[in-house]
């Protein structure tokens, strides 16, 4: 007869897996754009708690080493000159939700140039954009208790139409677990081209999750099940928007595998000028949590059409 300790075990790892079937088979089908907002509209004030409580506190860590490589592209653009004597730091951040990633690069900017002996510190700008008006009141919030006012500036919109924004305008760009909700992401991927700089140490970082592929071994497999299952249901339990949140599982399964994902950014081919297109070059891919979380850094230049 199993012992109480082994049911308890059981029942831990079941009752999410049969909570995540039974929410996909009685549920309608959540909506597939969630470009627009809506969801995280939804569950915009519990949306840090829920990110913290499904990603076990883990995911600042993945943020983090986002911004310090946006840190260390910005300070070789400056010591090329890429960006100019006179000239302030522009930081684009898509998908920024709450501010954390945008709050993040300025920490992380200050850190890394009060530590620098070589390189001129530069006045900091970063605008943060998203769908969600929900969201980007929680950010406001946010960055004003932290009295960066000053240097953040929240606005709506969509990846997908950057309208108000001026071509080869900033330096560099994030983008943290959006990618995956735009369906249109090749027209957001030249629309992000268009907006940055095509000098000298100009980046664009994207991190993101997929499925762990299958060579990742018994923690891989641990991570799918925990993608799959536990994340949807508890993160629909915790949002008290189960149909919304129940996408997540979706949108992680749909979303392209790394090295399909990298030959999409490389094969894209967006407006340029005259015999030129504009293209991203991937210069690394950065595997994390057991190969379920990644991060993309990107070079926006352009290629002679052939």
Same mark, same amino acid.
């Not at 549920?27 to 569950?43: A, E, Q, T, V």
């Not at 300025?106 to 850190?111: C, G, K």
């Not at 994902?261 to 891919?285: H, N, P, Q, T």
């Given at each position: 007869?199993?012992?109480?300790?082994?049911?308890?075990?059981?029942?831990?790892?079941?009752?999410?897996?049969?909570?995540?079937?039974?929410?996909n088979?009685?549920?309608?089908?959540?909506?597939s754009?969630?470009?627009?907002?809506?969801?995280?509209?939804?569950?915009?004030?519990?949306?840090?708690?829920?990110?913290?409580?499904?990603?076990?506190?883990?995911?600042?860590?993945?943020?983090?080493?986002?911004?310090?490589?946006?840190?260390?592209?910005?300070?070789?653009s400056?010591?090329?000159?890429?960006?100019?004597?006179?000239?302030?730091?522009?930081?684009?951040?898509?998908?920024?939700?709450?501010?954390?990633?945008?709050?993040?690069?300025?920490?992380?900017y200050?850190?890394?140039?009060?530590?620098?002996?070589?390189?001129?510190?530069?006045?900091?700008?970063?605008?943060?954009?998203d769908?969600?008006?929900?969201?980007?009141?929680?950010?406001r919030?946010?960055?004003?208790?932290?009295?960066?006012?000053?240097?953040?500036?929240?606005?709506i $919109?969509d &990846?997908?139409? #950057?309208?108000?924004?001026?071509?080869?305008?900033?330096?560099? +760009?994030?983008? *943290?677990?959006?990618? /995956?909700?735009?369906?249109?992401?090749?027209?957001?991927?030249?629309?992000?081209h268009?907006?940055?700089?095509?000098?000298?140490?100009?980046?664009?970082?994207?991190?993101?999750?997929?499925?762990?592929?299958?060579?990742?071994?018994i923690? $891989?497999? &641990?991570?799918? #099940?925990?993608?799959?299952?536990?994340?949807?249901?508890?993160? +629909?339990?915790? *949002?008290?928007?189960? /149909?919304?949140?129940?996408?997540?599982?979706?949108?992680?399964?749909?979303?392209?595998?790394?090295k399909?994902?990298?030959?999409?950014?490389?094969d894209?081919?967006?407006?340029?000028?005259?015999?030129?297109?504009?293209?991203?070059?991937?210069?690394?891919?950065?595997?994390?949590?057991?190969?379920?979380?990644?991060?993309?850094?990107?070079?926006?230049?352009?290629?002679?059409?052939?």
């Amino acid at each position: 007869m199993p012992s109480l300790k082994r049911i308890i075990i059981i029942v831990i790892f079941t009752f999410p897996i049969l909570a995540s079937i039974a929410l996909n088979v009685f549920l309608p089908k959540p909506p597939s754009d969630h470009g627009s907002g809506s969801m995280f509209d939804l569950i915009a004030t519990r949306y840090d708690f829920i990110n913290r409580a499904l990603a076990l506190n883990l995911d600042i860590g993945w943020r983090k080493v986002m911004v310090k490589e946006i840190a260390k592209s910005v300070e070789k653009s400056i010591k090329s000159g890429g960006i100019g004597i006179n000239d302030d730091v522009h930081v684009l951040d898509l998908a920024t939700g709450t501010a954390d990633v945008a709050i993040l690069l300025a920490e992380e900017y200050d850190n890394h140039f009060s530590s620098s002996a070589t390189t001129a510190k530069k006045d900091l700008h970063i605008l943060g954009v998203d769908p969600s008006i929900n969201m980007i009141t929680v950010g406001r919030e946010k960055i004003k208790s932290k009295n960066m006012s000053n240097r953040i500036n929240l606005e709506i $919109g969509d &990846a997908r139409e #950057l309208t108000n924004l001026p071509d080869d305008m900033f330096n560099a +760009a994030t983008m *943290s677990f959006g990618i /995956r909700n735009v369906p249109e992401k090749e027209k957001a991927l030249c629309e992000i081209h268009r907006v940055l700089k095509k000098g000298k140490g100009t980046k664009f970082a994207i991190l993101e999750f997929s499925e762990p592929p299958s060579e990742a071994g018994i923690m $891989g497999a &641990a991570a799918r #099940l925990f993608i799959r299952h536990i994340v949807p249901s508890v993160g +629909a339990f915790l *949002s008290g928007a189960p /149909r919304e949140y129940m996408h997540l599982q979706n949108s992680i399964k749909e979303f392209p595998a790394p090295k399909d994902f990298i030959a999409l950014m490389e094969d894209l081919r967006c407006d340029g000028s005259g015999d030129k297109a504009g293209i991203f070059v991937v210069d690394k891919m950065k595997n994390m949590n057991f190969g379920s979380v990644q991060l993309y850094i990107a070079t926006p230049t352009y290629a002679y059409l052939e």
